[in-house]
């Protein structure tokens, strides 16, 4: 039964302190998409990428989130400095790409910044 | 103006009632559309997508495509209390998908 993995599934952290989420993505997916869900704003996509690379990712805050894939089985979400306006779930999802993409979801990360 | 737009609800019916969770969206272009449903932590999962104007029914789930009026409806028919969620509309316009807040639904036993 393939599905989308991310780790830690809950994280609590200080302010100011480096969080790492990592997504692995359904085996032969070539899409990645992060999203943030907050109960105020919904779900927010913060980066997309097609085959590793980054396609969009104009929903991040520049200065303190990054995204990568260093390969197709590992994407990763990166904030440092953390702060507590980021407390929210993380989620990652993959697809085969496409206008009529179906994208499936991690089960997600909750992130607290205390 | 909001790309995706859903009411937020509660919509609450009773159990076995018919369900109808509509969804507005602004890029005349878009292509694809889809229902996701999200229990209460937990993540969003696909129920499904509907590409031409018309009807597409799977089960007990109806969606519907009104790309003149550029709404997508999800009807739920003999709802059950395990169908209360929050339901996500997202559409695609050929680049990236936006979601719209979702409804939440209750559905009464």
């Known amino acids: 039964d393939a599905r989308v993995t991310q780790t830690p599934r809950h994280k609590v952290t200080e302010m100011g302190q480096e969080v790492t989420m990592r997504c692995q993505p359904i085996l032969g997916h070539n899409t990645v998409f992060w999203y943030r869900q907050t109960m105020m704003q919904g779900l927010e996509l913060l980066a997309y990428?097609?085959?590793?690379?980054?396609?969009?990712d104009s929903g991040m805050p520049k200065d303190r989130f990054s995204a990568e894939m260093p390969d197709a089985t590992l994407a990763t979400l990166k904030i440092q400095p953390s702060e507590p306006r980021d407390s929210a779930v993380y989620f990652c999802?993959?697809?085969?790409?496409?206008?009529?993409?179906?994208?499936?979801f991690g089960p997600g990360t909750r992130l607290t910044v205390l | 103006q909001k790309e995706v737009e859903q009411n937020s609800g509660p919509l609450s019916v009773p159990e076995g009632a018919i369900a109808s969770l509509n969804c507005t969206y602004s890029d005349r272009g878009s292509q694809s559309f889809f229902w996701y449903r999200q229990y209460s932590g937990k993540s969003p999962e696909l129920i499904m997508f509907?590409?031409?104007?018309g009807d597409k029914e799977d089960g007990r789930f109806t969606a519907q495509l009104n790309k003149a009026s550029q709404y997508v409806s999800l009807l739920i028919r003999d709802s059950q209390p395990s169908d209360s969620a929050t339901y996500l509309c997202?559409?695609?316009?050929?680049?990236?998908?936006?979601f719209g807040a979702g409804t939440r639904l209750f559905v009464k036993a």
């Open positions: 997202a559409v695609n316009g050929g680049f990236k998908t936006i």
């Open positions: 990428f097609r085959n590793r690379a980054p396609l969009d």
């Open positions: 999802a993959s697809g085969q790409g496409g206008s009529t993409d179906t994208q499936y």
């Open positions: 509907i590409y031409s104007n």
